[in-house]
């Protein structure tokens, strides 16, 4: 079992950066698939990106391609998304998942393990 605390959340412009973080406090993260997701106000949680366990592979939303990167350094136990050229409509609570299935993956219910989450806001 693993447990994720996120930081990194905050109130930028559009048009800055942002990297958020997820650090796993209790267990191995790399042995899970990590997501990102999202939940912007008044709608529905939606994926954001995923990475696999060792790092090679990586799915974006493709409102975010070209924009957001998600790493990882497993030797750290921890997981990133660094956020460029935000937009208003990147607002939202970012969370941070583990998956314990063979791939990654963009499905949230194939995430059994969640962060607490991280405010997001982008000012136009």
């Known amino acids: 079992q693993v447990q994720l605390v996120e930081s990194g959340g905050g109130l930028v412009q559009a048009g800055e950066f942002l990297r958020l973080s997820c650090a796993a406090s209790?267990?191995?993260?790399?042995?899970?698939?990590a997501g990102w997701f999202r939940q912007p106000p008044g709608k529905e949680r939606e994926f954001v990106a995923a990475i696999s366990r060792p790092g090679y592979v990586v799915y974006y939303a493709d409102s975010v391609k070209g924009r957001f990167t998600i790493s990882r350094d497993n030797a750290k136990n921890t997981v990133y998304l660094q956020m460029n050229s935000l937009k208003p409509e990147d607002t939202g609570v970012y969370y941070c998942?583990?998956?314990?299935?063979?791939?990654?993956?963009?499905?949230?219910?194939?995430?059994?393990?969640w962060g607490q989450g991280t405010q997001v806001t982008v000012s136009s």
């Open positions: 209790r267990g191995i993260f790399s042995s899970y698939v």
């Open positions: 998942a583990a998956a314990e299935g063979p791939r990654a993956t963009r499905k949230d219910n194939e995430y059994a393990y």
